[in-house]
Antibody, heavy 123, light 111 residues
Framework: QLQLQESGPGLVKPSETLSLTCTVS??????????WGWIRQPPGKGLEWIGS???????YYNPSLKSRVTISVDTSKNQFSLKLSSVTAADTAVYYC???????????????WGQGTLVTVSS | QSVLTQPPSVSAAPGQKVTISCSGS????????VSWYQQLPGTAPKLLIY???KRPSGIPDRFSGSKSGTSATLGITGLQTGDEADYYC????????????FGGGTKLTVL
């Protein structure tokens, strides 16, 4: 059974870089059928896609966050990571990682999701 | 403001049926698959419907999905109190800057 687990600091100072890692267990991150994505949810608000990465390193990013986001993959550790720079209070959210289905038309559904980790941006 | 438009809330009595709409455009829903997610309070979203109308293993057939043009609909029959949750639609937007878009979410209340 595939499982994903987010890890990283729960508190980040304004203007600094948020760094999170997602560890995949029960399956290989090198599967040709999937990308691996990051999604966030500010408290009391809806879902916002951050970006997704293929095991080869190919990425798609949310245009509104692209200038601040870097997603990388480490196939040897079965992990992928998120870096979000120059954070502000608006970046406070629960951050989820998830497997992201792909086909010839594009990227589709997310399943399964990690349990999520709350990251608070505050001094 | 979300690219996909969902009603903020819907409600119905136990045992009844409810539908949740998701409206988009030709660059997203009109030309790509739609998925739906259920988020129970305090938990991570869970995939409910994928490829417009397919249910993952373990999802009861009380949940259904459909798509017509640039809109999609989630249907839930035989409502149960355990169905109270937030529901989100999502899809790929194949515009110049291809990206994922979600609806703003719909809070379902089972009265």
């Amino acid at each position: 059974q595939l499982q994903l687990q987010e890890s990283g600091p729960g508190l980040v100072k304004p203007s600094e870089t948020l760094s999170l890692t997602c560890t995949v267990s029960g399956g290989s991150i090198s599967s040709s059928s999937y990308y691996w994505g990051w999604i966030r949810q500010p408290p009391g608000k809806g879902l916002e896609w951050i970006g997704s990465i293929y095991y080869s390193g190919s990425t798609y990013y949310n245009p509104s966050l692209k200038s601040r986001v870097t997603i990388s993959v480490d196939t040897s550790k079965n992990q992928f990571s998120l870096k979000l720079s120059s954070v502000t209070a608006a970046d406070t959210a629960v951050y989820y990682c998830a497997r992201h289905d792909r086909d010839a038309t594009g990227l589709n559904w997310f399943d399964p999701w990690g349990q999520g980790t709350l990251v608070t941006v505050s001094s | 403001q979300s690219v996909l438009t969902q009603p903020p809330s819907v409600s119905a009595a136990p045992g009844q049926k409810v539908t949740i709409s998701c409206s988009g455009s030709s660059s997203n829903i009109g030309n790509n698959y739609v998925s739906w997610y259920q988020q129970l309070p305090g938990t991570a979203p869970k995939l409910l419907i994928y490829d417009n109308n397919k249910r993952p293993s373990g999802i009861p057939d009380r949940f259904s999905g459909s798509k017509s043009g640039t809109s999609a609909t989630l249907g839930i029959t035989g409502l149960q109190t355990g169905d109270e949750a937030d529901y989100y639609c999502g899809t790929w937007d194949s515009s110049l800057s291809a990206h994922v878009v979600f609806g703003g979410g719909t809070k379902l209340t089972v009265l």
